[in-house]
């Protein structure tokens, strides 16, 4: 398997933009989490899905930020309005019935300008 | 309560040296604690992983040890070496309750040659 896959790589955005971050799971896992890292806050976890459906956004910081997951394949983590308080690398990771041993996609880079 | 603190936040270990990474936790409904490895520019992936009802779990170099009365668990890295040089995150997670972890705000370790 590929392993979890992301794109953008990086996304260099002006403020007020919408942005929209892809993510493609490991073929047959259950669950989808979606992460942001900064160096003041760490791993911070946005949301989670199982088969599809999401169980816990209460790290989701606004109202600005959205998810969806319309198949097993396939998770966006959409910003709109962008704000320079956004940038950060965002994660996507994906695991088969257990959370604690989730894979990490390679991230995407935002900047928000 | 769902907090896991993790220090020291930096640490820089010569070469063939034992690098330790603490972690301290509050929530007793924790039951697996695992680490994550994250090298630049990646994801993090699972390194090793520890239940409570065992004091010590090995892996090559790597060694948990967890003290359950304390709340505590730490990583060793036995004869560091400059490949290992990377950020380490605890974490923690309640296997029958919701399926995420609580991780730990990393320590970026760095082996001198």
């Known amino acids: 398997d590929a392993g979890v896959i992301q794109s953008p790589r990086h996304e260099v955005t002006e403020m007020g933009q919408e942005v929209t971050l892809r993510c493609k799971p490991i073929?047959?896992?259950?669950?989808l989490f979606w992460y942001r890292q900064t160096m003041m806050r760490g791993l911070e976890l946005l949301i989670y899905f199982n088969n599809n459906v999401p169980i816990d956004d209460s790290g989701m910081p606004e109202d600005r930020f959205s998810a969806k997951m319309p198949n097993a394949s396939f998770s966006t983590l959409k910003i709109q309005p962008s704000e320079p308080r956004d940038s950060a690398v965002y994660f996507c990771a994906s695991s088969f019935e257990r959370a604690y041993e989730q894979y990490f996609g390679p991230g995407t880079r935002l900047t928000v300008t | 309560q769902q907090q896991v603190k993790q220090s020291p936040q930096s640490l820089i270990v010569q070469k063939g040296g034992i690098s330790i990474i603490n972690c301290a936790y509050e929530?007793?409904?924790?039951?697996?604690f695992p680490w994550y490895q994250q090298f630049p520019g990646k994801g993090p992936a699972l390194l090793i992983a520890i239940r409570p009802d065992v004091s010590e779990k090995k892996e090559g170099r790597f060694t948990i040890s967890f003290n359950k009365s304390a709340k505590q668990f730490s990583l060793h890295i036995m004869d560091s070496q400059p490949g290992d040089s990377a950020t380490y995150f605890c974490a923690a997670s309640i296997s029958g309750g919701a399926q995420k972890l609580v991780f730990g705000q990393g320590t970026r370790l760095t082996i001198n040659p």
């Open positions: 929530n007793t409904a924790f039951d697996y």
């Open positions: 073929s047959g896992h259950d669950y």
